[in-house]
């Protein structure tokens, strides 16, 4: 797969709370600043490289316990998130089923906010255990102080950068039958399954057909190339603009928030703004799979910021609307 971005100056896993209160003491010492990765899905370095020390979470700790028909599960950062969707599915619990495949870490889901389908974590998180970069000083975040969001936490705006996600508290209750808010997977489920026989099982399978025809599961199938999955954030409208929309296209596609105001896909958005799936310009493009996923083939971080701006710049041109880039784009 190809991959983009330059070296770093320093790589360090740290396995334990100790490994990391040594590397802010090793940065501090060499004045170097720290970036925190989790599995790197969802990040852009620039092509220089980073001038600094790269924490990756490698803590894989896990403990569980059940209180009435709640279980609270305590994961490090450093668990790849798909096992614990996988373990939940196994134990019965229901709240992140949705969420089946999506690459990265635990540590790093609060930060996005990660979603699909109509689930979203925060759903399921009660805490965050962190620790400051610039102190090495512990702290536990309750959920209301994540300030979560649409594929948006406070670990993206006002705490950009402040501190490591240790692990995470979440609290699952039994699955206790569907409940499919997202009307693709409700419309692939019930043409494939009967009603009863929808259980955690089939929606993670489902998910994962829905997935692939997007070429949003890295490394398999056809999806051979570089890409962070989506690259830009779903806008959110008002009314005036959805009408507008809706006076050029008859098949506006938008999901109400309410309020009056609506959500539309990016992806439409993208390829009514003359940028198709399969686009290609030197070695970046768009999935041949799916608009809203830049991909690349071997270039530079430039190369694909530049395409991100020519696509911004049509959208915005086009139909007065501003996307938003969904990726960390590292600036040091
Ligand atoms: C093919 C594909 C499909 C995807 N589909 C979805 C999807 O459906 N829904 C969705 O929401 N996302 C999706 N993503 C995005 C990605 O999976 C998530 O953002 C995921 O949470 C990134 O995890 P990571 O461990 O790789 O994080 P990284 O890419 O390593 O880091 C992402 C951000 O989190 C920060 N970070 C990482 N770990 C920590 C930590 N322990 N403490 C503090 N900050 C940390 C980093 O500094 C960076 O800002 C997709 C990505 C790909 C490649």
């Known amino acids: 797969m190809a991959r983009i971005g330059g070296p770093t100056r320093y790589f360090v896993e740290v396995e334990s709370e100790e490994d990391v209160r040594e590397a802010i003491v090793f940065a501090k010492e060499k004045k170097l600043s720290i970036k925190v990765i989790g599995g790197g899905s969802n990040i852009l370095f620039s092509d220089e490289g980073f001038d600094g020390v790269v924490l990756k979470n490698c803590m894989g700790k896990f403990d569980y316990s059940f209180e009435g028909d709640k279980c609270i599960v305590t994961a490090d950062g450093g668990i790849v998130f ?3 969707v996988q373990w939940t599915i196994i134990k019965g619990l229901g709240g992140i089923e949705c969420l089946s ?3 990265g870490t635990v540590g790093a889901a609060p930060v996005q906010n ?4 109509g689930q979203q974590v925060s759903d399921v998180i009660k805490e965050v255990w962190v620790v400051e970069l610039e102190t090495g000083r512990m702290d536990i975040l ?3 102080e994540c300030q979560f969001g649409y594929r948006d936490s406070i670990f993206k705006r006002d705490f950009y950068g402040k501190y490591m996600i240790l692990r995470v508290v979440f609290e699952f209750r039994k699955f206790e039958g569907v409940r499919i808010d997202y009307k693709p997977l409700a419309s692939y489920l019930f043409s494939h399954y009967e009603p009863w026989d929808i259980d955690l099982n089939t929606i993670r399978m489902a998910i994962f057909d829905l997935r692939m025809r997007k070429g949003m599961i890295p490394g398999l199938g056809e999806c051979d190339f570089g890409t962070v999955g989506s690259f830009f954030i779903n806008p959110e409208v008002n009314e005036d603009k959805l009408n507008y929309l809706k006076n050029r296209y008859d098949d506006v596609p938008n999901y109400s928030l309410g309020k009056g105001r609506y959500r539309i896909p990016a992806a439409w958005l993208i390829e009514k703004a003359g940028f198709s799936k399969g686009y290609r310009c030197g070695n970046v493009g768009i999935s041949p799979y799916h608009a809203l996923a830049l991909i690349s083939y071997g270039g530079t971080r430039k190369e694909l910021m530049n395409l ?8 915005w041109s086009n139909f007065g609307v501003r996307l938003e880039i969904e990726p960390d784009v590292v600036q040091e």
């Open 82 to 84: 798909d096992e614990l």
């Open 101 to 103: 495949w999506i690459p």
């Open 114 to 117: 990660v979603g699909a389908y």
């Open 142 to 144: 309750e959920k209301r």
């Open 308 to 315: 991100a701006c020519r696509i911004q710049d049509a959208v």
